[in-house]
């Protein structure tokens, strides 16, 4: 009934199988991964017939986790997986941006890749075995796939490089480095490190490509035994309009990329493209979209030869120039932290707003219940780019935002150093080529002047490439036409003394490691060069931090405590925190933390707390109130919720008949401790009016 092919190797001392032929067989191409007791169905469809309106290739990837891999219930009020996390989108990224280059340009068809964790061991991460399923599919489903593509991961612990690390390897780990590609280049990177150097992560990359080509043989002996066949694809003869236009625009396109502001250079362009496209309005077998594509086409030619021969950038800069600086922090006065970046035509407001420990982001995965302190949220409105459009978070938001969050994350200090919860929103007001990179700028800005004491300031710089045969370009601080026509995003971010994070997408079928190693040259270049005009508005942090920031102040209280803080049902630190209006957290130590927009809502709480786990003292002299009348006495609550007994011969300097004679319920005294009796507390009236 079936007709199983399955290849396994080992890799870092780990076996990897791949097996196809017994389930999902009515997809163009299926795979089961497994490592370890982690496993991953990946399947791949392609439509088998084109849509016509569109000019683009229509590739979604969508990486599933389902809780039933790791044993799981699904939390929350609807049982069942529903729109995906923001590591599921991550994930889906990385393992788009590999094999969307291998396509070639001229297939339109629409392709759906499904990579599905269905059994999790928590050790063996999915995300690479989820890359390798996905090639893995592609690569025996007949689709035009130039594969197959390859990937691993790196890590750096104790001075020598890890590949596949386990999760618990990754703890002790100065980076953690995903590098995807075919046997002869590297197409994608995505990383996050401690401050290592471009000689450091350059050999990371040669590593994991290394350590990834015994898995594309692997995939490639798969398929000689079960490929189904070569899909025909056929590609439209345009070769009389793409003449024509040359003829008519080349000088057109020319002048109009000369123009150095991006709206008049995208208004002319605009402009020749409507007059192209009239050309042939009569004429029913040339679409507008042929048009549009000869077009685009010619217009690549011309920027890029320009920059390969003539070194000519759109904007008229070198290769390396970045483009002009100016950083401004403190805009908002009654934010935490804030700053205003802006390089060239992109430009971000980010601010910094500090929390506490309730503000922590809760996220559930497959690894259990975690808790984030750090962040970052990247908003990319339509008007940034002078245009209308959908308001929401999207992947490209949720991808950029987590870059930089990477970038950042190893400047920020610890908990215990200070113990605030971070949250930084970079708005984008303008873009016009890498606003990722303004927002790590302008998150290390808008932390420093919120007064948080980040290790280094954090810059990042995106470089491009040109690239034909043999002869390259390498470019610095990319506009938006040199990323959409050129052929490398290659986006570094550090300090001055090293790497936190570089991604690198290719949209060729690779780079060599030459071209790399210049780009990362090039990048620290750059990257220092920013830095500098960032510490013209701020070069260090905020000694203290702003007014109007929930000030923090901690207090340990002995563990047998902590139930009298929270109290039963959390009834008693929800009274703390309405009496004083301040924000009061107690972890599972007995170490209470207290924030409050000012001194006199702070200093309450914390002298209710104090009330509430102190110790009665012998001879000593407390406020209390009268609770509770009996024949024998009173009994008073001082301290807080501690209670004591005053004894009928303890209420006056006389022979009291009658308790009510002396005090009656809900009376302020002042009693004096006079001693214990198994655990009770014996309190005086009559001493302490002494």
């Not at 629409?110 to 599919?137: F, G, H, M, R």
């Not at 040199?482 to 997408?505: C, N, R, W, Y």
């Not at 090039?522 to 929930?550: C, F, W, Y």
Request: charged letters at 30%; one cysteine or more.
């Amino acid at each position: 009934m079936f007709k199983v092919v399955k290849k396994e190797i080992e890799v870092a001392g780990k076996k990897i199988s791949l097996e196809t032929g017994k389930i999902a067989r009515q997809a163009d191409g299926a795979i089961i991964a497994q490592c370890g007791e982690t496993i991953v169905l990946a399947t791949a469809v392609g439509a088998k017939k084109v849509n016509p309106d569109i000019d683009y290739f229509p590739l979604s990837v969508n990486y599933q986790e389902k809780y039933y891999a790791a044993g799981k219930i699904p939390g929350g009020y609807f049982k069942r997986e529903a729109r995906p996390t923001e590591s599921e989108t991550l994930i889906s990224r990385l393992i788009d941006r590999p094999i969307r280059p291998l396509f070639p340009e001229e297939f339109k068809n629409e392709v759906q890749v499904l990579p599905t964790v269905i059994s999790y061991d928590k050790e063996n991460e999915a995300d690479i075995l989820s890359i390798i399923a996905s090639s893995a599919a592609l690569a025996i489903s007949g689709m035009p796939f130039l594969g197959p593509v390859g990937a691993s991961r790196v890590g750096l612990v104790g001075g020598n490089y890890v590949l596949n690390p386990s999760k618990s390897q990754l703890k002790d780990s100065k980076l953690d480095l995903v590098v995807a590609g075919t046997k002869d280049a590297v197409l994608m990177v995505e990383s996050e490190a401690s401050g290592l150097t471009e000689e450091e992560m350059l050999n990371a990359v040669k590593f994991g490509h290394e350590g990834f080509i015994p898995v594309i043989k692997m995939i490639e002996d798969l398929a000689k035994e079960c490929k189904k066949s070569d899909w025909v694809i056929e590609k439209k003869d345009l070769t009389e309009v793409k003449k024509k236009l040359e003829s008519e625009f080349t000088e057109d396109l020319k002048k109009a990329f000369s123009i150095r502001d991006k709206q008049e250079r995208s208004n002319k362009i605009s402009e020749i493209t409507d007059r192209a496209k009239k050309l042939y309005e009569e004429n029913e077998e040339i679409t507008d979209l042929d048009v549009n594509s000869e077009l685009k086409s010619l217009e690549k030619t011309i920027v890029r030869t320009d920059i390969l021969k003539n070194k000519n950038r759109i904007d008229g800069r070198g290769l390396s120039d970045v483009r002009p600086i100016m950083c401004e922090v403190g805009i908002l006065p009654r934010v935490h932290g804030s700053a205003l970046f802006t390089r060239g035509e992109t430009q971000a407001i980010v601010t910094t707003t500090l929390g506490t420990s309730d503000d922590e982001q809760k996220i559930e995965s497959l690894d259990g219940l975690q808790k984030e302190r750090f962040m970052l949220h990247y908003n990319f409105p339509p008007f940034s780019v002078g245009e209308t459009g959908r308001i929401g978070t999207g992947r490209r938001e949720i991808g950029h935002g987590k870059l930089a969050w990477r970038a950042i994350n190893s400047s920020l200090p610890s908990k215990e150093k200070f113990p605030y919860t971070f949250r930084i929103v970079s708005e984008i007001t303008e873009s016009n080529g890498s606003s990722s990179m303004a927002t790590v700028c302008g998150t290390s800005l808008a932390l420093m002047d919120a007064g948080v004491p980040i290790k280094e300031p954090v810059a990042g710089i995106a470089m491009g490439l040109i690239k034909e045969g043999n002869d390259f370009s390498v470019l610095s601080d990319i506009l938006g036409d040199e990323d959409h026509l050129g052929d490398m995003d290659f986006k570094v971010a550090g300090t001055k003394d090293g790497i936190t994070s570089l991604q690198m997408d290719i949209k060729i079928r690779g780079i060599t490691f030459e071209i790399m190693e210049q780009a990362l040259k090039q990048a620290k270049d750059g990257r220092i060069h920013i830095l500098g005009e960032m510490n013209k508005a701020l070069s260090k942090s905020r000694d203290e931090v702003g007014k109007h920031t929930p000030k923090m102040e901690k207090i340990s209280v002995d563990k047998k405590d902590i139930a009298t803080v929270i109290g039963k049902g959390g009834a008693t630190i929800r009274e703390i925190v309405e009496l004083s209006q301040a924000k009061v957290d107690i972890n599972d130590e007995g170490v209470v933390t207290v924030a409050a927009p000012d001194e006199e809502s702070r200093n309450k709480a914390m002298q209710m707390i104090k009330d509430l786990t102190a110790k009665p003292e012998i001879n000593k002299i407390y406020n209390g109130k009268v609770m509770k009348i009996m024949e024998f006495g009173a009994f008073v609550n001082f301290l807080g919720k501690q209670d004591g007994l005053v004894h009928i011969s303890e209420l006056a300097n006389k022979r009291v008949a009658k308790v009510t004679d002396v005090i009656k319920e809900g009376d302020e005294v002042k009693v004096k401790v006079i001693g214990f009796d198994r655990g009770k507390v014996k309190l005086s009236i009559k001493q302490a009016a002494v």
